[in-house]
């Protein structure tokens, strides 16, 4: 798409738990601090099937998803400095149309955008905002997460051990690193049973992986021989009732459970442990601060591979590959990799 042109594709949600359709919109001119960005490869994650299924999180419609694009700077807006045309970048994207990734320009703010490091490509890079995002809200943040210090402040867990449910998924996979990055002695994860699995999570910083189909006797007892100190921190990336209570079972009196979905839980029912829900949008003024400093460390983690991307699939047909992929998420048919759609595919 030529530079000088004003109009792009967009996949609009027509209607609340409507029907996705690629339609036509301006390309927006950024602001202060603000880029545009030519989305080369935007991500596609739960919340977005969650919010055509659901209705949620949308007020206004016709709605563009997506939080997770990477591409090619094109305008540089007032008050930005690290940036130039041309630049290689990633960027965590914001639920306004003019923000939001599935189409082929969006408005980044570069507080919460990096250069991409020559070694990843745009879908690599594509598939890191918001699951790392997610990550560092649920291990650091104060009011919605479990509120340790983070490693770019200095934090260090040495000799304490953590567990993180769902270590397979996108959101799993940047906490087991992000554990590693702040120390933790023992990063216990549970997944599929296989050895391609077990490999690669200990490649990210796992110490134990154990069978995600564990009872949650078993999966107590288990913890319990190899955690040798209590648990006092336990990120429950998938949170469905079951994975809640058995993390709320292994969980020290003191310790916090941190989950990704409404809790199914009793605060009153274990003495000083708490439980709270963490959402990883960098634009929201409780996780802003966090989200700035993180993300002023992770181009470096990304270059020097302290940090690794997500799995990848690459889904064909442009913006209308988008529909197929959240219906496949949608049914549980998406599971260790992220999708990854090329929005200049579409004509």
């Known amino acids: 798409m030529s530079t000088n042109q004003t109009q792009q594709k967009a996949l609009f949600l027509q209607t609340k738990q409507g029907n996705l359709i690629v339609g036509d919109r301006i390309i927006p001119h950024p602001g202060q601090g603000e880029l545009l960005i030519q989305v080369c490869a935007a991500g596609l994650?739960?919340?977005?099937?969650?919010?055509?299924?659901h209705g949620v999180f949308i007020k206004d419609y016709p709605a563009i998803l997506g939080s997770d694009a990477s591409g090619v700077v094109e305008e540089v807006g007032q008050g930005v400095q690290d940036f130039s045309k041309g630049d290689r970048v990633f960027t965590h994207g914001f639920?306004?149309?003019?923000?939001?990734?599935?189409?082929?320009?969006?408005?980044?703010?570069?507080?919460?955008?990096?250069k991409i490091p020559s070694k990843l490509s745009f879908d690599e890079a594509a598939s890191v905002p918001?699951?790392?995002?997610?990550?560092?809200?649920?291990?650091?943040?104060?009011?919605?997460?479990?509120?340790?210090?983070?490693?770019?402040?200095?934090?260090n867990y040495?000799?304490?051990?953590?567990?993180?449910?769902?270590?397979?998924?996108?959101?799993?996979?940047?906490?087991?690193?992000?554990?590693?990055?702040?120390g933790f002695s023992k990063i216990i994860t549970t997944a599929s049973p296989s050895h391609?699995?077990?490999a690669y999570l200990k490649s990210l910083?796992?110490?134990?992986?154990?069978?995600?189909?564990?009872?949650?006797?078993?999966?107590?007892?288990?913890?319990?021989?190899?955690?040798?100190?209590?648990v006092k921190v336990i990120y429950d990336t998938v949170s469905l009732p079951g994975t809640q209570r058995a993390a709320w079972n292994i969980l020290a009196p003191d310790g916090t459970l941190v989950l990704t979905l409404p809790s199914q839980v009793k605060e009153t029912e274990g003495k000083?442990?708490?439980?709270?829900?963490?959402?990883?949008?960098?634009h929201n003024n409780e996780n802003k601060d966090l989200a700035i400093g993180a993300w002023h460390s992770l181009e470096g983690w990304l270059e020097n591979g302290q940090i690794k991307p997500n799995k990848i699939e690459?889904?064909?047909?442009?913006?209308?590959?988008?529909?197929?992929?959240?219906?496949?998420?949608?049914?549980?048919?998406?599971?260790?990799?992220?999708?990854?759609?090329?929005?200049?595919?579409?004509?």
Do not use: C
Not at 103 to 113: E, P
Not at 325 to 346: D, F, T
């Open 45 to 53: 994650n739960p919340v977005d099937y969650k919010i055509k299924e």
């Open 95 to 114: 639920y306004t149309n003019d923000k939001a990734t599935f189409q082929q320009h969006t408005l980044a703010t570069a507080s919460f955008t990096d």
């Open 130 to 155: 918001l699951g790392f995002d997610t990550a560092v809200t649920g291990l650091y943040g104060k009011s919605n997460g479990a509120g340790i210090t983070p490693p770019w402040e200095g934090g």
């Open 158 to 182: 040495d000799g304490k051990p953590i567990i993180i449910m769902g270590g397979s998924g996108s959101v799993g996979n940047y906490a087991i690193q992000l554990a590693r990055l702040s």
């Open 196 to 198: 391609t699995a077990t």
């Open 205 to 230: 910083g796992a110490t134990d992986v154990l069978d995600r189909h564990l009872s949650s006797d078993q999966l107590e007892d288990a913890v319990r021989k190899i955690a040798g100190s209590p």
């Open 272 to 282: 000083q442990r708490k439980v709270v829900t963490t959402f990883g949008n960098p």
């Open 314 to 347: 690459v889904l064909g047909h442009g913006l209308e590959g988008i529909k197929g992929g959240l219906e496949r998420m949608s049914r549980g048919q998406v599971s260790g990799v992220k999708l990854i759609a090329h929005p200049q595919e579409s004509v």
